[in-house]
């Protein structure tokens, strides 16, 4: 029997028979690239952000942690049986949701919020990887049944307790930006699984009817927060700083950028949190509207790349683990991009990839890494690009 017989015959038994040569070929090397090349201009954008050279250690740290996360997602590409992460993801997602109960009891406090354990060698943000173990959590119970009729309301007890569990504990940190995010993709998830219409514009419904007594359980930053979304100059030096001065970044940049380390904004220090939540700032003042449509452009091929790889899912699983990674990439995209142009509230979502930090890189890293693994043991035969 040929090797490619062979290679046709372990995909279709759904055994872990790929060599690893074979494994290797199948690996997204477009993905990789574009993953590269994101953060390689990400890491001249956050010298640039933290002042040059003299806190070079930012943009090392943050290079080690690509290095890092590059290990991470060949790995779990790679190796291990085809279905072992199928068969672990309710264990996955119950010890991050135990570690978010640990963090709700003794987490580590930050910038006034419990949102970290602190583990010596790292800070560890149990959230973000709420974030990937929920996706799988969602896609395990959504493979395991059949809706051939779709999914209505009396299906719905189970995924909505796997949702607001950790959504509840995360609100309570608090963290509204992350909250959001999983019930988002949650519900991406469920739709992607067969939600019927009827009842997807019910729950839409329900979430809209629910949104006053929301209201009431913010904190008072956080309803401050969206206020100035609509009238910042109410609050120039308080609520509405940032969107002010990230707005006046982006709009000095112009079409073609004032150049590298040349903006005013973000070198005379008027930008707040310039490396992190409003790095996007600092590339629109030095690179202007059209190093923003690159960037912009890289995303949306990751993107496409992604749910590429979905429609070569060779079960339900692997297709609703891409759709709700996919989801998780592009929204935490759409909600930086838009709160740092004043399009949506301030609410601390990390630009993927390109803001400092470890535990979100990490997060998205480890997504890829599913994601391509997805692309390996797709239902394709030969090389995927």
């Known amino acids: 029997m040929s090797a490619a017989s062979e290679e046709k015959n372990a995909l279709l038994l759904g055994t872990n028979k790929l060599a690893l040569q074979d494994r290797l070929s199948r690996f997204p090397t477009s993905l990789l690239l574009l993953l590269t090349i994101l ?14 050279s003299g806190n070079g250690d930012y943009v090392w740290r943050q290079a080690a942690r690509f290095g890092v996360g590059l290990a991470l997602m060949f790995s779990i590409a790679m190796f291990g049986g085809e279905k072992i992460y199928r068969r672990y993801a309710y264990l996955l997602y119950a010890i991050a949701l135990l570690l978010l109960i640990v963090v709700f009891l003794t987490g580590s406090i930050g910038m006034g919020a419990r949102r970290w354990l602190a583990l010596g060698f790292l800070n560890l943000q149990p959230s973000e990887l709420m974030k990937v173990t929920m ?17 209505g309301f009396t ?30 993709v949650g519900m ?46 109410k609050d120039p030096l308080g609520a509405g700083y940032h969107i002010i001065q990230s707005k006046i ?42 190093g923003g449509l690159l ?13 590429i790889i979905a429609t070569m899912a060779s079960d339900r699983f692997g297709l609703l683990t891409v ?41 998205l890293m480890i997504a890829m890494g599913l994601m391509a693994r997805v692309s390996i043991y797709s239902k394709q035969h030969g090389r995927t690009i």
């Open 188 to 233: 991406v998830v469920i739709v992607a699984a067969g939600l019927k219409w009827k009842v997807f514009i019910a729950v839409l419904s329900m979430i809209a009817a629910s949104l006053p007594l929301g209201w009431n359980m913010m904190h008072e930053y956080q309803r401050r927060r969206i206020l100035t979304l609509f009238s910042p100059e």
């Open 39 to 52: 953060t390689l201009g990400g890491l001249f954008v956050l010298y640039s952000a933290v002042g040059g």
């Open 135 to 151: 996706v799988l959590a969602l896609a395990r119970y959504f493979h395991d049944r059949s809706f051939s009729q779709g999914i």
């Open 249 to 290: 970044a982006i709009g000095s940049g112009g079409i073609f950028g004032k150049g590298f380390m040349a903006g005013s904004q973000s070198q005379l220090n008027f930008l707040p949190e310039r490396h992190t939540d409003f790095i996007f700032s600092v590339l629109a003042e030095e690179w202007g509207f059209v």
């Open 323 to 363: 759709v709700g990674l996919t989801a998780l990439f592009g929204f935490q995209v759409l909600v930086n991009m838009g709160m740092v142009i004043g399009l949506l509230p301030v609410v601390g979502i990390p630009l993927p990839m390109i803001s400092y930090g470890g535990s979100s890189m990490l997060t």
């Open 155 to 184: 299906n719905l007890f189970v995924p909505l307790l796997m949702i607001l569990l950790p959504t509840a504990l995360i609100i309570k940190q608090p963290d509204l930006g992350t909250s959001i995010l999983l019930v988002a």
């Open 295 to 307: 960037l912009l452009s890289i995303y949306c091929l990751i993107i496409l790349r992604t749910l």
